[in-house]
């Protein structure tokens, strides 16, 4: 049994403010293996991320890492690193002693819906997973969880958890591709996955940002948490066994041909 945290907080243009709304959290989910957060925790997406970008030894990781081992869990958070003329959508995970474990660099880069992240960020190029908290956490980022064969790569370098993190915008329809894309990545790989995204927060941002509803899902696709659109902390449970269950049921990565 591995217990998370769930950290759907609202997110400010401003890292110090935000850094201080993820402590806050982790000391309301202390007691927990691993505490995850969402995409872009350090600033709000917008041009300011290229002047904001940090590396991963900065005040804001630091920070986190400070906090972490203060109270002796493993947490992941979305980070913008520099990168060049660009910079890097990061997914940073670091363990309950403070050490960073892990550097994910968003692949997919949300070029849709009116958006062009590709002029502020460089796409990385490699999946990853992680040892934090006792288990092997494949790292999705937002977009990239309408890609498949993402969660099907970190499937093959041996990942027990999906963890999505998330900007997810509010729009037509966008709730709903939420929700059924993170259900579908959990049931066709039989997978737990943590989805969290960020709490609406439109007291700080008019761009539309936040959807919330961070989730856990189970290997055959059952939301077994829903935190909806209010910022808050859930701890949940990854039942281990549950997952050897649901695959004996549906055994389909078994199956798998190509």
């Given at each position: ?205 008019s761009d539309g940002y936040g959807v ?22 859930q701890v949940v449970r990854m039942d ?16 798998r041909v190509l």
């Amino acid at each position: 049994m591995t217990t998370i945290a769930l950290c759907q907080i609202p997110v400010s243009p401003d890292p110090t403010t935000n850094l201080k709304r993820a402590k806050e959290a982790l000391a309301r989910a202390e007691g927990a293996d691993l505490a995850i957060f969402p995409e872009a925790t350090l600033t709000r997406y917008g041009r300011r991320i290229t002047s904001l970008a940090e590396p991963l030894d900065g005040p804001f990781v630091s920070g986190l890492a400070e906090a972490a081992q203060e109270h002796g869990l493993s947490v992941i958070a979305g980070v913008f690193e520099p990168g060049g003329d660009r910079v890097h959508n990061t997914a940073v995970a670091i363990d309950e002693r403070g050490a960073v474990r892990a550097a994910y660099r968003k692949i997919h880069l949300f070029d849709s819906f009116g958006a062009k992240e590709s002029d502020l960020v460089a796409p990385g190029a490699e999946p990853a997973v992680v040892e934090l908290a006792g288990l092997r956490v494949g790292l999705i980022t937002c977009y990239d969880v309408r890609f498949p064969e993402l969660a099907r790569a970190l499937v093959d370098k041996g990942a027990e958890l999906f963890a999505v993190i998330a900007a997810w915008g509010s729009g037509p329809l966008k709730e709903d591709h939420w929700v059924t894309l993170v259900r579908a990545r959990a049931l066709e790989n039989t997978m737990w996955t943590a989805a969290v995204g960020q709490a609406p927060n439109p007291a700080e941002s008019s761009d539309g940002y936040g959807v919330g509803r961070s989730m856990l899902v189970d290997p055959l696709g059952v939301v077994r948490a829903d935190l909806g659109t209010a910022p808050g902390v859930q701890v949940v449970r990854m039942d281990h066994e549950w997952t050897a269950a649901a695959r004996a049921t549906l055994p389909c990565l078994d199956h798998r041909v190509l």
